[in-house]
T-cell receptor, first 107, second 112 residues
Framework: KNEVEQSPQNLTAQEGEFITINCSYS?????LHWLQQHPGGGIVSLFM???GKKKHGRLIATINIQEKHSSLHITASHPRDSAVYIC?????????FGTGTSLTVIP | KAGVTQTPRYLIKTRGQQVTLSCSPI?????VSWYQQTPGQGLQFLFE???????NKGNFPGRFSGRQFSNSRSEMNVSTLELGDSALYLC???????????FGQGTRLTVV
């Protein structure tokens, strides 16, 4: 049983398209994290959110605590957005991670 | 406010050697947890320390160990390195372990 499920696993988009990545979780949480990882690179924290919506530039993250679901949206996608996006939820003194969504944005 | 600092960022070691990685948490945070990401795999939980005590441990062999110092800085050690230990090692810090948390950028270890 996976505590965190992400979809889709892979996503290819044309530059400028609107992207949505979904994350569902089964544990009760205080906050959910969205992380970004470029190929061969380290981890970058994008958002930490416990309710509602947060926006940073072209990135928007939303969470519905009752439905245990979060989405990461990218507006006007750009090739530099190509990366793996991972959601992470805390539980029992550790984090549980989704398997990641590999996004490729084609010029 | 300084972020979570992991050192070194990149490391190359030879099979059979041992390695020590460091994680300095956010000031005031007492919980540090460690994770391994191997190529093509998701992030797997290694262990978590809170106030110098290991509270939780993942399913990894005894070659993987860790500790936490009184200033909350944590180290993890891998002995007798194997090729399969090549991975990104990530740490996270939080005040209680399941509340507001921050992630380091990771240490990329290559074993040759």
């Amino acid at each position: 049983k996976n505590e965190v499920e992400q979809s889709p696993q892979n996503l290819t988009a044309q530059e400028g398209e609107f992207i949505t990545i979904n994350c569902s979780y089964s544990v009760g949480i205080s906050a959910l994290h969205w992380l970004q990882q470029h190929p061969g690179g380290g981890i970058v924290s994008l958002f930490m959110l416990s309710s509602g919506k947060k926006k940073h530039g072209r990135l928007i993250a939303t969470i519905n605590i009752q439905e245990k679901h979060s989405s990461l949206h990218i507006t006007a996608s750009h090739p530099r957005d190509s990366a793996v996006y991972i959601c992470a939820v805390p539980g029992g003194n550790q984090f549980y991670f989704g398997t990641g969504t590999s996004l490729t944005v084609i010029p | 406010k300084a972020g979570v600092t992991q050192t070194p960022r990149y490391l190359i070691k030879t099979r059979g050697q041992q390695v020590t990685l460091s994680c300095s948490p956010i000031s005031g945070h007492r919980s540090v947890s460690w994770y391994q990401q191997t190529p093509g795999q998701g992030l797997q939980f290694l262990f978590e320390y809170f106030s110098e005590t290991q509270r939780n441990k993942g399913n990894f062999p005894g070659r993987f160990s860790g500790r936490q110092f009184s200033n909350s800085r944590s180290e993890m050690n891998v002995s007798t390195l194997e090729l399969g230990d090549s991975a990104l090692y990530l740490c996270a810090s939080s005040s209680q372990g399941d509340t507001e948390a921050f992630f380091g950028q990771g240490t990329r270890l290559t074993v040759v």
